[in-house]
Structures are given as structure tokens and as C-alpha cells.
Antibody, heavy 118, light 111 residues
Framework: EVQLVESGGGLVKPGGSLRLSCAASGFTFSSYSMNWVRQAPGKGLEWVSSISSSSSYIYYADSVKGRFTISRDNAKNSLYLQMNSLRAEDTAVYYC???????????WGQGTLVTVSS | QSALTQPASVSGSPGQSITISCTGTSSDVGGYNYVSWYQQHPGKAPKLMIYEVSNRPSGVSNRFSGSKSGNTASLTISGLQAEDEADYYCSSYTSSSTLRVFGTGTKVTVL
């Protein structure tokens, strides 16, 4: 059974940093591109970042470019999102999602809440 | 990259059919057959309902169908059921540097 489990969310002050993790199981992690997608409270889905299976290709939404860094460790079946210079508008539930075609996500984690507030 | 445009809400009675539109441009919806649809119930993660415009993943009811014409994709739910009440989002591959874009989301209400 495919499972994606996010962790690392929490309350952080504006300007602070946080590192999210996504533990994958039940499939060959190293064969799939992975993504972070977020959802602000009461708002829609927003794609944040993508990383190819071998980390050769990385993409970011304009809203997080230069502040967030996506990475993965295929030996540990894990996906990460390092978030720096956090802003109030980064407050959201962050989901990791498996990319099975061009930007189509067949499995999602349960999400982890990041709250940026003083 | 602007979000794809969806109606804010769509409603229907049990047993009826409804259609949700998703309008983009020739750089996303109109240019690629990588349009997908997701269902999200409150407090839950999104669930893939349609991929590559019209394909259903295993386990998704055949009451859900997808199509595309020009720059607009559509999701049709036939035989509407109470459990279909949820938020629905479209998504498309795009030629922009971000490569992916979501729709604004549609709340489906079963009357």
C-alpha cells in the first residue's frame, strides 16, 4: 500500500525557518517525481515545488522561489522541503504528492500544518 | 502563472448530472492532454478522480467523466449522490516555468 506521511509542521515566527519531511512507503520511491502542494486555510490548492526522481530537475512556484528548497533522499525514501524567510502568507497545510504523469498526482499524504505568526 | 478558472459553486439534486468547467489557455489546458481533476472532502487530502483529461484511476466510479474542448476542460458527475458533495479542483501541465497549475476550485452541493 502506498503511503506518504508528512511531518515537521508547526508554529513559526515570521522570518523563521522550518523543514518538512515526507516519508514514502509501498512503492519504488526513486522511480517517481515528487511534489509539495499547499492549501491556505479556507483556500484552494497551490502547487509549491517539484523534484524529479533523480533530483536532476527542480521547479518552484514564483511565490516561494529563493526561499524554499526541495530535496529528496532516495536511500531513505524521503522528500523534504526547507522553508526559510517564512511569511504569514505561507500559512497552510502542506501536502506531499506523488507525480505519476506530467503533473498529475495519484497519491497524497495527509498533510502537515504550518502556521507563520508572531 | 494564473490559476485556471472554475465556477465557485455548482449544485444539483440527487440523481442529476452536473458539469464543472475549467478554463485555461493554449499554454496549459488547450496545449496538453495532462488535465486532471481532484475531489477533496473537508479536512481530507485531495483524491485523484480523472487524469489525462478523461481517464479514471482504478476504484473511481464511472459516474465521473472528463473531457476537453479547446482551452476548457470539464468534469461531469452523473447520478449525483450525497457523497459527491465536496470541493473539486482541476489541474493542468503548463508550458510556463512552473510546469503545473491548479484551478480555483468548485464547491459541489447536493441539494
Amino acid at each position: 500500500e502506498v503511503q506518504l506521511v508528512e511531518s515537521g509542521g508547526g508554529l513559526v515566527k515570521p522570518g523563521g525557518s522550518l523543514r518538512l519531511s515526507c516519508a514514502a512507503s509501498g512503492f519504488t520511491f526513486s522511480s517517481y517525481s515528487m511534489n509539495w502542494v499547499r492549501q491556505a486555510p479556507g483556500k484552494g490548492l497551490e502547487w509549491v515545488s517539484s523534484i524529479s526522481s533523480s533530483s536532476s530537475y527542480i521547479y518552484y512556484a514564483d511565490s516561494v522561489k529563493g526561499r524554499f528548497t526541495i530535496s529528496r533522499d532516495n536511500a531513505k525514501n524521503s522528500l523534504y522541503l526547507q522553508m526559510n524567510s517564512l511569511r504569514a502568507e505561507d500559512t497552510a497545510v502542506y501536502y506531499c504528492a506523488r507525480d505519476f504523469t506530467f503533473g498529475e498526482y495519484d497519491y497524497w499524504g495527509q498533510g502537515t500544518l504550518v502556521t507563520v505568526s508572531s | 502563472q494564473s490559476a485556471l478558472t472554475q465556477p465557485a459553486s455548482v449544485s444539483g439534486s440527487p440523481g442529476q448530472s452536473i458539469t464543472i468547467s475549467c478554463t485555461g489557455t493554449s499554454s496549459d489546458v488547450g496545449g496538453y492532454n495532462y488535465v486532471s481533476w481532484y475531489q477533496q472532502h473537508p479536512g481530507k487530502a485531495p483524491k485523484l478522480m480523472i487524469y489525462e483529461v478523461s481517464n479514471r484511476p482504478s476504484g473511481v466510479s464511472n459516474r465521473f467523466s472528463g473531457s476537453k474542448s479547446g482551452n476548457t476542460a470539464s468534469l461531469t458527475i452523473s447520478g449525483l449522490q450525497a457523497e459527491d458533495e465536496a470541493d473539486y479542483y482541476c489541474s493542468s501541465y503548463t508550458s510556463s516555468s512552473t510546469l503545473r497549475v491548479f484551478g480555483t476550485g468548485t464547491k459541489v452541493t447536493v441539494l
